[in-house]
């Protein structure tokens, strides 16, 4: 079935620094591609999401590519700060129903 | 703004007591979700509903049963909760199947079975 693999964590970093965090899929059709974000006691929020191959989602200065060649939508910030911190998730949708990695948390240091 | 409430934020349970986790979402979304979210394995769907009265085995159905009586509200029961059933529990919605959007979620209930 579909699935979505994403790297572990934590990643800690400090304040300024660059992040990336990879995330690759296997999937049958064409899936929709979302990183989500939770951030301490709260529940997950779409961050940004790419829709066809090529697509670039973006947002808070987070970016990701949808690259279908590789099967993969890394997440990138070129400098992220102490609110960052965060667990982030990668997923799909495949027809309905979606399938997220197991999470990777951010944490950032002043 | 969309809005998925979970009706209890912490719940702490006994080993063989009935659970009711209740959901509702205020946008007429014709779908809604229940997942498990522990550290290490990310969500996991539990169950799914696109409509009334209709549901669906997500991944890990068992030791779970669904209510969907009203299209606004969803509700995840255990039987009989066991220790293995500690989590964080989510509920998200989505208007419907055509919809290449996101999922709204609420903000989870910590379930604890002593």
């Known amino acids: 079935g579909d699935s979505v693999t994403q790297m572990e964590g934590p990643v800690t970093l400090s304040e300024e620094a660059f992040l990336t965090i990879n995330c690759t899929y296997t999937a049958t059709g064409y899936p929709s591609l979302f990183w989500y974000v939770q951030y301490p006691g709260e529940g997950l929020q779409l961050l940004l999401k790419a829709t066809k191959a090529d697509d670039k989602g973006s947002n808070k200065g987070f970016e990701a590519t949808y690259r279908k060649e590789t099967t993969s939508f890394h997440l990138e910030k070129g400098s992220v700060q102490v609110s960052d911190s965060a667990v982030y998730f990668c997923?799909?949708?495949?027809?309905?129903?979606?399938?997220f990695g197991a999470g990777t948390q951010v944490v950032v240091t002043p | 703004d969309v809005k998925v409430t979970q009706s209890s934020r912490y719940l702490v349970k006994r080993t063989g007591e009935k659970v009711f986790l209740e959901c509702v979402q205020d946008m007429d979304h014709e779908n809604m979700f229940w997942y498990r979210q522990d550290p290490g394995l990310g969500l996991r769907l539990i169950y799914f509903s696109y409509d009334v009265k209709m549901k669906e085995k997500g991944d890990i159905p068992e030791g779970y049963s669904v209510s969907r009586e009203k299209k606004e509200r969803f509700s995840l029961i255990l039987e009989s909760a066991s220790t293995n059933q500690t989590s964080m529990y989510l509920c998200?919605?989505?208007?419907?199947?055509?919809?290449?959007?996101?999922?709204?979620f609420g903000e989870g209930s910590r379930l604890t079975v002593l």
């Open positions: 998200a919605s989505t208007p419907g199947l055509a919809f290449t959007g996101e999922l709204f």
């Open positions: 997923a799909l949708d495949s027809w309905g129903k979606f399938q």
